[in-house]
């Protein structure tokens, strides 16, 4: 291999990469934001008594979870406009679209752990008076949220990387701005040896943190 | 405005030859994935420092990045690092292995551990090979107790495969998008194609959680 590496040209556009970079974070923390929040909602929505919520509810959550999100976003970029005769920023779109295929991840994790609330707990809420709305703020929310915290923060990060597809319909994230700087220094390697290591950079620590979470559960349990 | 649906039926013969090549695609990186993600899982697993180290790094930094980012590194630069021209194919069949590889590997990692000590300790006192320990005992339980979170892994496989687009490899992916900018009937075309994915991941998913149920029945026995 005769290649002479030049990182120097990479980092000479240091700039447009960590814009690319706050973006990036900026299209993650708002995703999650709505995938946290929406996913509790369409959880409980999921496991509703009545089959003409349930079933659309179903229905959302199945279609996001088994379609590829690269299609997801395209459809959003492309359709949504046309349909619905709405423009909003490419950011927002990119959020949205993020965040509606979070949210239908999340809601799976949530109903795994709200399933596992024990009976006895919402028994307990209903003889001290408490009232629905009272019962999944004070009871279910907390011990879901608690029990699910592994898989949402994995499924946050998983966001994080999914993020770079926005690149594809031309949001200047991260990855689109590698791939911009890449053509026009003409040094592939390097930059996207950089973006590979920005984004691992990121999500390491987190996935770390998870197991963290998980081992010390484990132990807890034993 | 109006739909005219019948627009992604006369293009179906171009979508059908996407959907082989993703297919594929996806068989082939699910199958040199698995044994990859079974081999890494072992040297991850192992008490030798060389394999551990190096088999970690290899998991935890495709674990860590976008598998787009994956792709575009090895379409465009692992052909200057080797110096060979790599066909399209060629280039999505190692990234995507290397990415199956990685996550199959934590699946396999999770289910050797479940593998019981004692079972290994009587495989010495039967004085078994390590090679026959590994293939007839540790090998059969792995791969039973992992095989519901292989196949989510397939399907997710499956559903990333569609990345492969991005890098003009023409899967159903990038021949529906070719169509829809065509015909200016994104709505019609991407929504066939997305129907055409959850047409094929949605029976598999619900597959794996009756597998799921099953398998831990017969490990409750």
């Known amino acids: 291999m005769n290649y002479s590496f030049d990182f120097a040209s990479v980092f000479r556009n240091f700039g447009p990469l960590w814009d690319g970079l706050l973006v990036t974070v900026e299209l993650t923390i708002a995703a999650n934001a709505i995938g946290l929040t929406l996913g509790f909602g369409l959880a409980l929505l999921v496991m509703s008594r009545f089959a003409v919520i349930r079933l659309p509810v179903t ?14 976003i395209v459809w ?44 006895e707990q919402l028994d307990a809420g209903v003889a001290l008076g408490l009232n629905p709305f009272q019962r999944i703020l004070y009871i279910v929310l907390p011990t879901a949220v608690r029990n699910s915290m592994p898989v949402l923060l994995t499924n946050g990060i998983g966001i994080f990387q ?3 597809l926005v690149a594809i319909v031309a949001v200047q994230d991260l990855m689109y701005q ?12 390097e930059t996207f040896t950089i973006v590979a290591l920005f984004y691992f950079a990121v999500s390491f620590p987190v996935s770390q943190v998870v197991g963290y979470l998980e081992r010390r559960r484990e132990a807890l349990a034993s | 405005m109006t739909f005219d649906f019948a ?83 060629a280039s999505g069949v190692i990234a995507l292995t290397l990415y199956m590889g990685a996550i199959s590997s ?63 490899m023409a ?8 169509i829809s900018n065509n015909t200016a009937r994104p709505i019609e075309v991407l929504t066939a194609v997305a129907l055409i994915y959850f047409v094929i991941a949605f029976p598999l998913t619900r597959a794996v959680t009756v597998i799921e149920q099953r398998i831990l029945k017969r490990l409750a026995v």
């Open chain 2, 7 to 89: 627009i992604v039926l006369k293009f179906q013969h171009a979508l059908l030859l996407g959907l082989w090549t993703t297919l594929k695609l996806t068989l082939i990186c699910i199958l040199l994935g698995c044994i990859l993600g079974f081999l890494v899982a072992l040297a991850r697993t192992s008490k030798n420092a060389i394999l551990r180290g190096p088999s970690s790094v290899y998991v935890e930094f495709f674990r860590g990045t976008p598998v787009l980012v994956q792709l575009f590194w090895i379409f465009f630069c692992l052909p200057l690092v080797l110096g060979v021209e790599l066909s399209n194919m």
């Open chain 2, 171 to 178: 899967d159903l992916m990038f021949v529906g998008q070719n």
């Open chain 1, 178 to 189: 590698g791939k911009t700087l890449a053509t026009q220094t003409y040094r592939p390697i």
């Open chain 1, 76 to 119: 959003f970029f492309y359709c949504v406009p046309m349909l619905f005769n709405v423009f909003l920023g490419s950011v927002t779109m990119g959020i949205l679209a993020l965040g509606l295929n979070l949210a239908a991840f999340n809601a799976e994790a949530y109903r795994a752990s709200i399933q596992a609330v024990p009976r």
């Open chain 2, 106 to 168: 934590e699946t396999f990692r999770a289910s050797l551990k479940s593998v019981g000590r004692e079972q290994l300790d009587a495989c010495v006192a039967l004085g078994l090979s390590p090679w026959a320990r590994t293939a007839n005992v540790v090998l059969p339980q792995a791969v039973l107790r992992a095989a519901p979170t292989l196949l989510s892994n397939c399907i997710s496989l499956f559903k990333e495969s569609a990345l492969v687009s991005a890098v003009g």
């Open chain 1, 59 to 72: 229905l959302f959550i199945e279609f996001f979870r088994c379609t590829p999100a690269i299609i997801q």
């Open chain 1, 162 to 164: 999914q993020s770079a």
